[in-house]
């Protein structure tokens, strides 16, 4: 099962070729929200690399959200596309989806896992699994960090906004590194949709809140 993944829904625009649990090519950027026009590139090196061709992958997956509107626009107009020209599936991995999976299994077979993404707007929204799980509870929630719920068990946090609710959460939550996702991550996920463990996710973004714009004129 050969995968293309990509991500640009954070702070970091990432791509891999990925093959039967092994990472065959990868390459990253760090930045700001949107850089995913570095993605286009990305995705030519890490194919050259792998010698693979478009037409031989089984799939092309992306990260959908929550995340920055710019950055989850471009990473699945070129996800869709490549799909479409390639004639193979395209599918969509949520952001906690994929830093749950990035985390070691024996963490979360120990651990439920809370996914954090910071809004900037005062806000986090919150993707939970429960112990040993890849399934959401529920979709992403906001959440004021002042009004966050009381976890009920040990959590792994994880997530651009981990650290400000692990100051919050205290004692009661597990800060982990995994603050941005990695397109790895991204095609391990998308190899259980296509073997059916997951249930299916369109590669549509997903905005749990209205994009922070205001249209021309808009009072």
């Not at 024996?106 to 699994?129: K, M, Q």
């Not at 296509?194 to 369109?202: E, H, K």
């Amino acid at each position: 099962m050969r995968i293309l993944a990509l991500d640009g829904a954070l702070a970091r625009a990432s791509a891999a070729v990925w093959s039967e649990g092994r990472v065959l090519a990868a390459r990253s950027a760090e930045g700001a929200r949107g850089q995913a026009v570095a993605l286009p590139p990305m995705v030519a090196e890490v194919l050259a690399e792998a010698g693979i061709k478009a037409t031989a992958l089984d799939a092309v997956a992306a990260v959908v959200g929550p995340g920055g509107f710019t950055g989850i626009r471009a990473a699945l107009a070129l996800a869709q596309g490549l799909a479409l020209a390639a004639g193979r599936p395209a599918i969509g991995v949520s952001t906690g989806e994929a830093l749950a999976a990035g985390l070691p299994a024996a963490l979360r077979a120990t651990h439920a896992v809370w996914s954090v993404t910071d809004t900037r707007r005062g806000r986090v929204l919150l993707e939970r699994f429960p112990t040993g799980s890849l399934v959401a509870l529920g979709p992403p929630e906001p959440f004021a960090l002042d009004a966050l719920p009381v976890p009920e068990g040990p959590v792994a946090l994880v997530g651009d906004a981990a650290p400000l609710v692990a100051a919050v959460l205290g004692d009661a939550a597990l800060l982990t590194e995994a603050l941005l996702p990695e397109a790895a991550a991204v095609a391990a996920v998308a190899a259980l949709r296509l073997q059916g463990a997951l249930a299916p996710r369109a590669c549509l973004p997903l905005y749990v809140e209205p994009p922070a714009v205001k249209l021309p004129g808009a009072a």
